[in-house]
């Protein structure tokens, strides 16, 4: 069955940068593509970016342009995303979420369990 | 950036009764438009891709109709595990700001 399995919780201080990982199973890693979605505390859903692990092309949202890194390790169907210069409105749920391996957000039919990053002094 | 705009905010509906939630997009995306229902705690669940094709697994009661700047996620007869908050998604990532499903 696919699985994504997402990193542990988080508390990181401003300024800082913090990586998340989201280990895939069930599936050929190589066939799709992950986005990256994030939700603070009692808001809705922003979609923080995208990678194909097909080809390692990547879109990312603009508001965070700069300041994120979405990459793969295909060896180990692991794709990981890198925040950094965190904020304390970066506190949030972060999800990895299966997508297309060609088109960015399409709709993601599997997800990670999340992992919540708290920034905070 | 396209903007998605959801309506209604919040909807207070009775078991039984059909609900009809609407995304507007501020240009055309043709059909690349995605549902989605997510309850407190957990993980978005996909119900809709390309506007109208329904998800393996989801109930028949869900429905999506629309292309182009207007979009609709109906749901024919609520039941008790319907209610949950539902975001439209566009495919360049934007999603709407979610409608909350209340019961009445």
């Known amino acids: 069955q696919v699985q994504l399995v997402q990193s542990g919780a988080e508390v990181k201080k401003p300024g800082a940068s913090v990586k998340v990982s989201c280990k895939a199973s069930?599936?050929?890693?190589?066939?799709?593509?992950i986005s990256w979605v994030r939700q603070a505390p009692g808001q809705g859903l922003e979609w923080m970016g995208w990678i194909s692990a097909y080809n390692g092309n990547t879109n990312y949202a603009q508001k965070l342009q700069g300041r994120v890194t979405m990459t793969t390790d295909t060896s180990t169907s692991t794709a990981y995303m890198e925040l950094r210069s965190l904020r304390s409105d970066d506190t949030a749920v972060y999800y990895c979420?299966?997508?297309?391996?060609?088109?960015?957000?399409?709709?993601?039919?599997?997800w990670g369990q999340g992992t919540l990053v708290t920034v905070s002094s | 950036d396209i903007q998605m705009t959801q309506s209604p905010s919040t909807l207070s509906a009775s078991v039984g009764d059909r609900v009809t939630i609407t995304c507007r997009a501020s240009q055309s995306i043709s059909s690349w438009l995605a549902w989605y229902q997510q309850k407190p705690g957990k993980a978005p669940k996909l119900l809709i891709y390309k506007a109208s094709s329904l998800e393996s697994g989801v109930p028949s009661r869900f429905s999506g109709s629309g292309s182009g700047t207007e979009f609709t996620l109906t749901i024919s007869s609520l039941q008790p595990d319907d209610f949950a908050t539902y975001y439209c998604?566009?495919?360049?990532?934007?999603f709407g700001q979610g409608t909350k499903v209340e019961i009445k």
């Open positions: 979420a299966r997508d297309l391996p060609l088109i960015a957000a399409a709709g993601a039919d599997y």
């Open positions: 069930g599936y050929t890693f190589t066939s799709y593509g």
């Open positions: 998604q566009q495919y360049h990532g934007t």
